[in-house]
């Protein structure tokens, strides 16, 4: 079946943009993560969703990045007044909270690769 | 603060041979998954370990668990080129609402040459 996709894959902004990067988990998927990669390191964690309510954002780097899920499926991070130093990959993962063999397990769409000029 | 740590970082190494990589982290967790990533690609899971002593294997891949160490392995048999990818191990945190956030160790990047 369908992955988690995200959308645009590769977006260049000038410092001081806004951006909103999109994300469309698995279909059913409850849970929903956004990561931020930097070049040559592992994800660090954002914030999660669980359906349509946010219930942690201690990974938000700034007051500058927020991010939605209005009705519990697509998710939007949207970066305000972008920084170089917000330039990264920014991964969204989805989750079905399950017992067994595949606890847990999050999904990881292919990314958007934002670069900040 | 949680730390999960990778070593070796880089691995070169030759086609047919065997090699192990380490992750070691700093905080109980019962939960430890193992990712692949090509270049420019999303992330594969590969293994989740759900308790002390879980062994999982996968074809050239073998991957253990030993929570009272806090530490895990992947076991690399009879590398072949096609394994060439970076390697993340990740310790899950329960959140709120009974799901969990993962902490990333550095990851390995592993070169296979014929």
């Known amino acids: 079946g369908a992955g988690v996709s995200q959308s645009p894959r590769y977006k260049v902004a000038k410092r001081g943009q806004d951006v909103a990067l999109r994300c469309d988990p698995i279909?059913?998927?409850?849970?929903l993560f956004w990561y931020q990669q930097a070049l040559g390191q592992g994800p660090e964690f954002l914030t999660y969703?669980?359906?349509?309510?946010?219930?942690?954002k201690s990974g938000l780097p700034s007051d500058r990045f927020f991010a939605e899920r209005p009705e519990g499926s697509v998710s939007t991070l949207k970066i305000q007044r972008t920084q170089q130093e917000d330039s990264a990959v920014y991964l969204c993962?989805?989750?079905?909270?399950?017992?067994?063999?595949?606890?847990?397990?999050?999904?990881f769409g292919p990314g958007t690769r934002l670069t900040v000029l | 603060e949680l730390k999960v740590e990778q070593n070796p970082l880089f691995l070169s190494m030759q086609e047919g041979k065997n090699y192990t990589i380490y992750c070691n982290y700093s905080?109980?967790?019962?939960?430890l998954y193992w990712y692949r990533q090509d270049p420019g690609k999303s992330l594969e899971s590969l293994f989740v370990?759900?308790?002390?002593?879980a062994v999982k294997q996968e074809g050239r891949l073998m991957a253990s668990l030993d929570t009272k160490a806090r530490l895990s392995t992947l076991h690399i048999t009879a590398a072949v080129h096609d394994l060439s990818a970076t390697y993340f191990c990740?310790?899950?945190?329960?959140?709120?609402?009974?799901?969990?956030?993962?902490?990333f160790g550095t990851g390995t990047l592993l070169a296979v040459q014929p």
């Open positions: 993962a989805s989750s079905l909270p399950e017992t067994g063999e595949n606890s847990d397990t999050q999904y």
């Open positions: 279909s059913g998927h409850v849970s």
């Open positions: 969703f669980q359906n349509e309510a946010q219930l942690d």
């Open positions: 905080t109980t967790s019962d939960r």
């Open positions: 370990l759900l308790s002390n002593g």
């Open positions: 990740a310790v899950d945190i329960e959140l709120s609402g009974a799901t969990n956030k993962l902490i």
